[in-house]
């Protein structure tokens, strides 16, 4: 009970941005193909309920037959666009998600536009917009990648889960995301800093620690309990 409350109260009183603030930073910094300052990341992180939803439900897809699951996060014309869960198999999963907008003349409100949005090519969006806030650009934006891994049971009954392997690091390094995600119980991010490296010093049988990826890769790796902030270790 008195760790529970000590962490309860570290968490209240560290500084927070919310994600719908840092969102916003990662997709300026995509724009202008740059990767953050370590300093310029934020302590904690707290997320949106939609976002947990999506979470938990990869989360628990994942637990209940063993099977990875990923989703791909988009920021498209000034709004957060999740993707529909891909599936893989016991130890991989591969996404390859598309997001488009478009915008036309309104067919029976006159003075309005028509906005639709795309996911994989199906419609997943439509909203009516007054002409004067459509927008002469869309920007779209993919930001990152959360996939699964499934539990562990160990002989004595206990249940462990797998951290990041060395081809989830290599993915974000050949992606040129700023950010990656892996749920287990928890969710992790690994943020990529403009201190982190090209080169990956890690072996596909390493196994990969905190320190490590900080230390060795100089990444930003933050830890959430579920519903909860995602704090920077």
Not at 94 to 121: A, C, L, Q, W
Not at 201 to 219: A, C, E, H, R, S
Request: net charge positive.
């Amino acid at each position: 009970m008195c760790n529970f409350l000590k962490n309860m109260f570290r968490s209240n009183s560290i500084p927070t941005t919310s994600f719908f603030s840092f969102y916003q930073k990662m997709a300026g910094w995509k724009s202008a193909k740059v990767f953050p300052y370590p300093f310029n990341l934020p302590e904690a992180i707290s997320m949106p309920e939609s976002f947990w939803k999506d979470v938990i439900k990869i989360y628990k897809m994942t637990d209940a037959d063993g099977r990875e699951r990923a989703i791909s996060v988009w920021y498209a014309d000034k709004e957060l666009i999740v993707t529909s869960v891909t599936k893989g198999d016991e130890s991989s999963v591969m996404t390859k998600d598309s997001i488009s907008v478009r915008y036309f003349p309104h067919p029976t409100k006159k003075g309005y536009y028509r906005k639709e949005v795309f996911v994989n090519n199906k419609r997943e969006k439509q909203t009516d917009v007054f002409h004067e806030r459509a927008p002469k650009k869309v920007e779209i934006n993919y930001l990152f990648n959360m996939h699964t891994h499934p539990k562990h049971i160990m002989n004595d009954g206990s249940i462990r889960y797998s951290f990041f392997s060395t081809q989830d690091v290599k993915s974000l390094i050949s992606s040129k995301a700023i950010m990656t995600g892996l749920v287990t119980d928890k969710l992790w991010f690994l943020v990529r800093t403009s201190e982190t490296s090209d080169y990956i010093p890690y072996k596909d049988t390493d196994i990969l620690t905190v320190d490590g990826l900080k230390n060795d890769m100089k990444l930003g790796v933050y830890c959430a309990d579920f519903n909860g902030k995602a704090i920077k270790q």
